[in-house]
């Protein structure tokens, strides 16, 4: 068992079921001991937030949540030692902003929020900018190419791993949800997109910024 997936299973996080630890630590080793300022959407009870918290001893670790799934007490009383917490819906760029204007530059981030196709669209269409040269931004729970599994069919028309593998092959950003500016952003800024599709429910990618 890799670090990661120790850490992980020690904290409860089901990045070690979905089996994306293998992919985090080969992305990851090159951060360890680096001072870094790590961002993920979803929060829940918190147990990724310190998964990453012991894995990089000097990062910085924060999260947002909109409260869905825990009370919003609840996710901003997981603020302490490394890491703080903010409530925001993916979806709202104003939110976001606010959450994010104290920090001062992004290594990573990692969208495991509610994994609707809109949402992880305008997360990433937003936050990209706030992404340092060279940094990752990871989004985990992709849905397959073909979604074939009968609910929310008619509001998740456009998949987020389909936008990403036409970025692949034409590098052209095509999404509903990502306004002109954001698309020419990140046109210009993805140096590489890596997609790994270990089951239908644990699809992951890895989207580089050029350096
Ligand atoms: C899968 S859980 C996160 C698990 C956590 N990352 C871990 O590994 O321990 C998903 C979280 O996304 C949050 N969420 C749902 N909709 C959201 C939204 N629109 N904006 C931000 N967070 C949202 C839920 O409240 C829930 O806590």
């Not at 990661?4 to 990851?28: P, W």
């Not at 992880?120 to 706030?130: A, E, M, R």
């Not at 989004?139 to 190419?145: A, G, K, N, S």
């Not at 990403?164 to 140096?191: A, C």
Request: net charge negative; aromatic share 12%; glycine share 8%.
């Amino acid at each position: 068992m890799n670090e990661l997936d120790s850490i992980g299973k020690k904290h409860g996080t089901d990045k070690v079921h979905h089996g994306y630890m293998v992919f985090y630590t080969r992305n990851f080793e090159k951060y360890k001991n680096k001072k870094l300022n790590l961002l993920e959407i979803g929060v829940y009870r918190g147990a990724s937030l310190k998964t990453w918290e012991e894995y990089f001893p000097n990062g910085s670790i924060f999260g947002i949540d909109d409260g869905t799934l825990s009370s919003k007490d609840s996710i901003i009383g997981l603020t302490s030692g490394r890491i703080k917490t903010f409530i925001a819906d993916q979806k709202n760029r104003q939110q976001l902003e606010s959450a994010i204007s104290g920090i001062d530059g992004l290594d990573i981030i990692i969208d495991d929020g509610l994994h609707f196709q809109e949402h992880q669209q305008v997360s990433i269409g937003f936050l990209f900018k706030y992404l340092k040269n060279g940094g990752l931004y990871i989004i985990e729970d992709l849905y397959p190419r073909v979604y074939n599994r009968g609910w929310g069919i008619t509001t998740q028309a456009c998949i987020t791993t389909n936008v990403l593998e036409e970025f692949r092959s034409i590098k052209k950003i095509n999404s509903p949800y990502i306004n002109e500016e954001e698309k020419s952003y990140m046109e210009k800024n993805i140096d590489q997109i890596d997609i790994h599709y270990i089951s239908e429910e644990s699809i992951i990618a890895f989207i580089k910024k050029i350096p």
